[in-house]
Protein backbone atom coordinates (compact mmCIF):
# COMPACT_ATOMS: atom_id res chain seq x y z
CA UNK A 1 0.00 0.00 0.00
CA UNK A 2 0.89 3.61 -0.57
CA UNK A 3 0.34 6.93 1.01
CA UNK A 4 1.65 10.21 -0.78
CA UNK A 5 1.02 13.33 -0.10
CA UNK A 6 1.42 16.83 -2.48
CA UNK A 7 1.37 20.20 -1.87
CA UNK A 8 1.66 22.56 -5.43
CA UNK A 9 1.62 26.28 -5.27
CA UNK A 10 0.10 28.49 -7.87
CA UNK A 11 1.67 28.48 -11.19
CA UNK A 12 2.40 31.84 -13.31
CA UNK A 13 2.14 32.30 -16.84
CA UNK A 14 3.66 34.81 -18.77
CA UNK A 15 3.82 36.32 -15.06
CA UNK A 16 0.34 36.33 -14.14
CA UNK A 17 -1.24 33.81 -11.21
CA UNK A 18 -2.93 30.95 -13.16
CA UNK A 19 -6.25 30.51 -10.61
CA UNK A 20 -6.62 26.99 -11.41
CA UNK A 21 -3.10 25.66 -10.11
CA UNK A 22 -1.86 24.77 -6.81
CA UNK A 23 -3.09 22.80 -3.32
CA UNK A 24 -2.78 19.65 -1.72
CA UNK A 25 -4.08 16.44 -2.09
CA UNK A 26 -3.51 12.90 -0.60
CA UNK A 27 -3.26 10.38 -3.26
CA UNK A 28 -3.47 6.18 -2.08
CA UNK A 29 -2.52 3.09 -4.52
CA UNK A 30 -0.42 0.11 -4.70
CA UNK A 31 2.40 -1.27 -6.33
CA UNK A 32 4.30 -4.18 -7.51
CA UNK A 33 7.95 -4.46 -7.03
CA UNK A 34 9.86 -7.37 -8.38
CA UNK A 35 13.93 -7.44 -9.25
CA UNK A 36 14.39 -10.01 -11.96
CA UNK A 37 18.09 -9.69 -11.86
CA UNK A 38 20.55 -8.86 -9.19
CA UNK A 39 20.93 -4.76 -9.48
CA UNK A 40 17.83 -4.08 -11.62
CA UNK A 41 14.03 -3.15 -9.80
CA UNK A 42 10.74 -3.28 -11.86
CA UNK A 43 8.35 -1.33 -10.39
CA UNK A 44 4.67 -0.68 -11.16
CA UNK A 45 1.53 0.96 -9.53
CA UNK A 46 -1.48 3.28 -9.56
CA UNK A 47 -2.93 6.39 -7.45
CA UNK A 48 -6.23 7.16 -6.84
CA UNK A 49 -6.88 10.31 -4.77
CA UNK A 50 -8.28 10.15 -1.65
CA UNK A 51 -8.89 13.83 -0.49
CA UNK A 52 -7.83 16.79 -2.19
CA UNK A 53 -7.74 20.95 -1.84
CA UNK A 54 -7.09 22.36 -4.97
CA UNK A 55 -7.95 25.48 -6.12
CA UNK A 56 -10.13 26.96 -8.98
CA UNK A 57 -11.38 24.22 -11.49
CA UNK A 58 -8.78 21.56 -10.76
CA UNK A 59 -9.46 17.64 -11.08
CA UNK A 60 -6.70 14.90 -10.51
CA UNK A 61 -7.84 11.24 -11.80
CA UNK A 62 -6.05 7.95 -11.57
CA UNK A 63 -1.86 7.99 -12.23
CA UNK A 64 -0.21 4.72 -13.81
CA UNK A 65 3.20 4.81 -13.01
CA UNK A 66 6.26 2.45 -13.73
CA UNK A 67 9.86 2.35 -13.27
CA UNK A 68 13.01 0.54 -14.01
CA UNK A 69 16.12 0.94 -11.42
CA UNK A 70 19.47 -0.34 -12.28
CA UNK A 71 22.44 -0.21 -9.29
CA UNK A 72 24.60 2.30 -11.25
CA UNK A 73 27.68 0.79 -9.61
CA UNK A 74 27.09 -1.96 -11.82
CA UNK A 75 28.13 0.34 -14.99
Known amino acids: MVLEFRADRPAKIEGLL ?3 TGGIMTMGG ?3 VWSPLTDW ?3 AGFRHPLWHQMRGDHR ?3 VLQAAVVVDAGMF
Do not use: Y
Request: net charge negative; glycine share 8%; no cysteine.
Open 18 to 20: DED
Open 30 to 32: MDL
Open 41 to 43: VLQ
Open 60 to 62: EGW
